[in-house]
Each structure stands twice: as C-alpha cells, then as structure tokens.
C-alpha cells in the first residue's frame, strides 16, 4: 500500500492549509492518521480518523484547529489546518492501518503504512 501525501507548502501565520492524502492500491482502511516531525524532534501523532463511524482524535496542541477527515467515497483522507502558527512548522505523514484497533491511534508503531511525508512551513 503506498500513501500520497499532498498539500503542503508555506503558508503565513494565522493561515490555512489542507493536506490530503490517498492510498494507492488499497481501499477500506480502518484507521487513518496524520503525524509530523519538525527539525531535530521526534515524529509525533497529530491526528486520527476511524473509518467505522468517523471518530476521530487530536493532539492538544491542534486540537480546536485541525479537523481531520475522509471521504470514503474518494478514498482519501484530509487535514484541513487552520489558525496554523509557527510551531506546525514540520513534515506532514499520513499514515494507516490495517487494523481496526483504535485504543492504539496515537502510536507509530499502530500504522503499517506511510506516505512519503508534505512539508508545511509557517512564517510569522
């Protein structure tokens, strides 16, 4: 299963952005997820999306401004980002897994697949 990411960019504090991404090859994916990785830190969960009944979940530090979601029909799944600040400023992943397992959303090690990763850059 390969994920493409798209949407990324430079974009000015206080602006928005929308990242999408779509696997390639395999459809039905139970849990979906967006994480990122800014220079010199560790990759770290954003957000997540169950494909059941579209639960979802969000880091504290996105929550209220990111909203993430899928359209099934299409087979993708978007973060739209909002109110961005400098601090987003990262490489954005998305992310699925295979299983429907959603007690385990916030881990890495939770997703089988990964997109090659879009960078987003805030400028204040």
């Known amino acids: 299963v390969q994920l493409q990411a798209s949407g990324g960019g430079l974009v000015q504090a206080g602006g928005f952005l929308r990242l999408s991404c779509a696997p390639n090859g395999r459809y039905g994916l139970p849990v979906m997820g967006w994480f990122r990785q800014a220079p010199g830190k560790e990759r770290e969960f954003v957000a997540a999306i169950r494909r059941r009944d579209s639960s979802s979940d969000y880091s504290g530090s996105v929550k209220g401004r990111f909203t993430i979601s899928r359209d099934n029909a299409k087979n993708t799944m978007y973060l739209q980002m909002n109110s961005v600040e400098p601090e987003d400023t990262a490489v954005y992943y998305c992310?699925?897994?295979?299983?429907?397992?959603?007690?385990?959303?916030?881990?890495?090690?939770?997703?089988?697949?990964w997109g090659q990763g879009t960078k987003v850059t805030v400028s204040s």
């Open positions: 992310s699925a897994s295979g299983r429907s397992d959603w007690t385990e959303r916030v881990r890495r090690t939770n997703y089988a697949y």
